[in-house]
C-alpha cells in the first residue's frame, strides 16, 4: 500500500493526483498526511480508511476510490419508511435482515474488498456480500443495532452510493439459473443418448442381441422424455401462446419441429423400422438452449437497467410549521410546502415562495442557461436546482407534472424490435412454407401412407429453422458483449438489426453534440492578469452556473472582495483593490450590447469594459462524424435551445436540415414524420426532454457523461467519448445481419443436402448421426468467429 | 450380453448422481456469480478476535429461509 501512495506522490510532483480517487487536481487542492485530496470528500473517505485501519483498500488498483466531487449523503431519509426499505429487503428473520443495494459505483477489487469489510465500520452489520458483474451488494444486518438507511449513508459516504430507485430492485439472477438446469439436462440426455445410438449405428442391423437393443430404445425414450417436457418447454410456451393469438412467430416451426422429430423417433423405435433419431432430438434441443445462454449471458453482462441512475426523487421534504419531513413524493399534496436544495431535482409543478438560486431545465427542454429564481414564479417538474435552497408551493400533484407526462408518453407503447419483427414475419412465412410443402409432398405419396407420412416428417424436420434461433442471438448475443466493453450499450439483441436498417438520424444538441458544460470566451479589449484576477473573485461569490464557468475561464483568485451585493435576476457587485466591478445582465453592468450570446457583460467602475459570450463546446470529430454519416442518412439537427450556436453548425449540417426552439413534442413530430415518409429513423440525444422523440424513433440512443443520467426509452446508451463511433456501429450493425443471412442460407443447404443424402442411402447412419449436430456447431462457430473478427476489424475510436 | 445390461444401467445411475450434484449447485446459486469469487480469492484472510468459522462459511445467496 505504501508503494503505491509513493509512486502516486512521485506523480503529484509533476501533476497532483488525489489520493482517494486517482483524478487529477486541478483547481482545488487539500493536502493532509503529505496526501493531496482533490476535495473534502475524497479526504474524508481516506480519514474514514484510516482510523479503521482499512488502507490496504488502495492497494488491490490505483484508480481504486470513488471521487466524492458533488456527492450528497443525506438522501436516504427514505429507507425510515418501511414501505420503501421493503424493496430492499430479501429476506428478514427478526435477527438478522438482509438488504440488497444496486452500486454503479463499484467497478474493481478494492471496492469488492471494502464493501466486504463494513461489519468493521458498523457493528450492526453481520456481513456483507458483493456480485461485481451484476454490482450487487447483499449485507445482513441486525435490525436491533443499526438500521437500512444507517448502513445506506455509511456506503454512500464511501463513494459507493446505492440506487434508490421507485421500481425496485431489478436484475435478478433466476433467468440464469433456469438455463442451465435445462442445459444441464439437456445435454445430459443427450450425451448419453448420442452413446446408445452411435453402438446402434456402428453395430449395424442386425449386430446386436435383441434383448440389449430393447435396452438401448427403452433407456433413449425414457431419456428424451425430460428433455421434450422440460427443457425444451419454453418453446412450447412460445409457440402455444402465439398459436391461441392466431399468429406464427418463429418458435411455432421449430416447436413443431422438434415435436415432429421425438414422436417420428417414437413411432419408429416402437414399430421397429428403424432407431429413430432421438440423438439428434436431444442435440438439438441442447444447442438451442445454448442460443439462448448466449442471451442472458450477453443482457446479464451488459447490464442495461443497472448502468443508469434514478433521475426522479423518491421522497421530498415538505416544511410543516417549525420542521421539516421527509415524504413520499406520491403523499405531496397540491398546496404543500416543499424544500429542495442545491442539486436536487424539482418533482412536481410548483411555486416558488423564496428567492435565490437557478434552476437548470437542461433534461426537460435542452435549453443549457440556467432560468433565475424569482419569488412568485411557476416552476417545472424535472428542472434541477443549482446554488440555494428553495421553498416552493405543489402546485399540481406529482403525477400531472410535465416530466411526468413526458415519461409517460414515453413508455405508453411497447416498441417490437426487430429480431421479433424479422422472427415473426420470417416464422409466418416459414411455418406456411413449410407446412405447405410437407403436405404436397405426402399427398404426392399418398396411396401408401406410410411413405407420405415420412416424407411429410422429413420435410418439417428439415424445415426446423433451429440456425436462426442458433445464429441470431449467438452473434448479437458476442456483439453486444463487445460492445459493452468499448462503452456502448444496447438495450437487447434485435436493436442491432434495427440499427442496421436506418437511414435517417436526428440529432439533438445540447449534451449530444456539444458537452453539458457550457464555457465563455471573453469579448472586448484585452485585460491585465490583475483585472483578470478581480473579476473572477468577483464571480466566485456568486452560485450562478455563469459565474463559475467565469472562475474556470480566468482562474480561481485570492484576491478581496467587500461590498458584495447580489440581485437576483440582474448581476453581482463587489470593490475589489478599490475599485467596483459589475458582472451581469447589459442593464446591470450598462452595456449596449444585448445580444442573445452575451452571457455576461462587466463593468469597472460604472464603465462597461466587456462582455462574455457562451462557447458552444462541439464534441471532437463530430464534423467528420456527421460527414460519414451523411453517405448514407439524411442528418438533421432538432434542437430545444435557441439559435444562437447555428452558425456554428451550419457548415456541418447545412441550414435546411436544422432546426431550433423546438419542443419535446415538435421532435416527436419531426420524426413520425420521417416515418410517414418510409425513412427508418434514429433519435440521438441526451436528456429527459428526447425521450418522447427516442421513443417515436425506430432506434432511439442516448449519449451520457459518465453513467449519471436516466435515459427511459432509449435502445442503446453510449457515453460522450465514443459517439464518434456512431458510424462504426452502423457498419458493425450491418455487417452482423449479412453474418446472420449467411448462417441462415448455410444450415438450409447443408440440412437439405443432408437429409437427401440420407435419405437416398448414400451416406451410412453414423456420418448422419455426426452430421446433425456439426452443423449447429458450426453455426455458433461462425457466428461467435464471424461477430468478434468484425468487431476487430472495425476502426474504432474509442 | 447380460453384464452389458447393467453396466449401461449402473452408468445411468452414477451420471444421474453428476446431474442432480449440478441441479442442485445451480438451485443453491452457485454459478450466479462467476467473476467476484475471483477476486475474492486475492485477498488476505482477516485475523480479528471474532470467530473464523463464521464468515468463512458460504451463504447461500437465494434466500432459502423465505
Known sequence: ???????????????????????????????????????????????????????DYYSFDHKAGVSMKGAMTDEYAVLDDPDIERQFVEFDSGTTRRLRFEIPAMHCASCVWLLEQLDRLNTGVLRSEVDLMRKLVRIDIDPRRT?????????????????IRPEGAAGSSVAMRSIYVRLGVAGFAAGNVMMFSIARYVAGPDGMMPSLRLVFDVLSILLSIPVLVFSASSWWRS??????????????????????????????????????????????????LIGRLFQQKAFDAVSFDRTYRSFFPLSVRVSKGEHEESVRVDNVHVGDTIVIRNGEVIPCDAMLVSSGGYIDYSFVTGESVPVECVEGRIVYAGGRVVGGRLRMTVTKAVSNGYLASLWNNADASVRRTSLLDLADSFGAWFTIGAVGIAGIG???????????????????????????????????????????????????????????????MVFDKTGTLTESEHSLSWVGPEIGNELRGSISAVAMQ???????????????????VTDVEEHVGAGIRGIVNGRVIAIGSASFAGSRNAYVEVAASVAVDGRPIGSFRIVPQLRDGIDTLVGALRRDHDVYLVSGDSSRDALAFEPVFGAARMRFNASPHDKIDVLEQLARQGRHTVMIGDGLNDAGAMRAAHVGIAVTEGTATLVPACDVIMGGETLQDMANLIAYARNLRSLIWFSLVFSMVYNVIGVALAITGTLSPV?????????????????????????RRSQWVS | MGVMTLLVICSIVVSS??????????????????????????????????????????????????
Open chain 1, 239 to 288: 409457440a402455444w401462446g402465439a398459436l391461441r393469438q392466431r399468429r406464427l412467430n418463429l418458435d411455432v416451426p421449430v416447436a413443431l419441429g422438434i415435436l415432429v422429430l421425438f414422436v417420428r423417433s417414437v413411432v419408429d423405435i416402437l414399430m421397429g423400422t428403424s432407431e429413430g433419431f432421438l440423438d439428434s432430438f436431444t442435440g438439438l434441443v441442447f444447442f438451442l
Open chain 1, 442 to 504: 405426402g399427398l404426392l405419396w399418398l396411396p401408401d401412407i406410410s411413405m407420405a407420412l415420412t416424407a411429410l416428417s422429413a420435410v418439417l424436420i428439415i424445415a426446423c429453422p433451429c440456425a436462426l434461433t442458433l445464429a441470431a442471438p449467438a452473434t448479437l448475443g458476442t456483439a453486444m458483449g463487445l460492445l459493452g466493453r468499448r462503452g456502448i450499450f444496447v438495450k437487447n439483441v434485435g436493436v442491432l438489426l434495427d440499427i442496421a436498417k436506418t437511414n435517417a
Open chain 1, 767 to 791: 456420418t448422419v448421426a455426426i452430421m446433425m449436430p456439426l452443423s449447429s456447431l458450426i453455426v455458433t462457430a461462425v457466428s461467435v468467429v464471424g461477430a468478434r473478427w468484425y468487431g
Open chain 1, 542 to 560: 456568486s452560485t450562478h452556473p455563469v459565474s463559475r464557468s467565469v472562475e474556470r475561464l480566468f482562474g480561481a483568485s485570492l484576491q478581496t
Open chain 1, 1 to 55: 500500500m505504501k508503494q503505491v501512495l509513493d509512486e502516486q506522490l512521485a506523480i503529484s510532483e509533476v501533476q497532483p493526483i488525489c489520493a482517494h480517487c486517482g483524478d487529477v487536481c486541478n483547481d482545488v487542492r487539500i493536502t493532509a498526511d503529505d496526501l493531496v485530496f482533490c476535495c473534502s470528500g475524497c479526504q474524508s473517505v481516506y480519514e474514514i480508511l484510516q482510523t479503521n485501519n482499512l488502507c
Open chain 1, 147 to 163: 438500521t437500512a438507511r444507517a448502513v445506506a449513508a455509511l456506503i454512500a459516504s464511501l463513494g459507493y452510493r446505492p440506487l
Open chain 2, 17 to 66: 448422481g453428476f446431474l442432480l450434484a449440478f441441479l442442485w449447485a445451480t438451485r443453491r446459486g452457485q454459478y450466479d456469480d462467476m467473476a467476484t469469487p475471483s477476486i475474492r480469492m486475492l485477498f488476505e484472510d482477516r485475523h480479528t478476535d471474532e470467530s473464523e468459522t463464521e464468515h468463512d462459511v458460504r451463504h447461500s445467496s437465494d434466500g432459502t429461509k423465505q
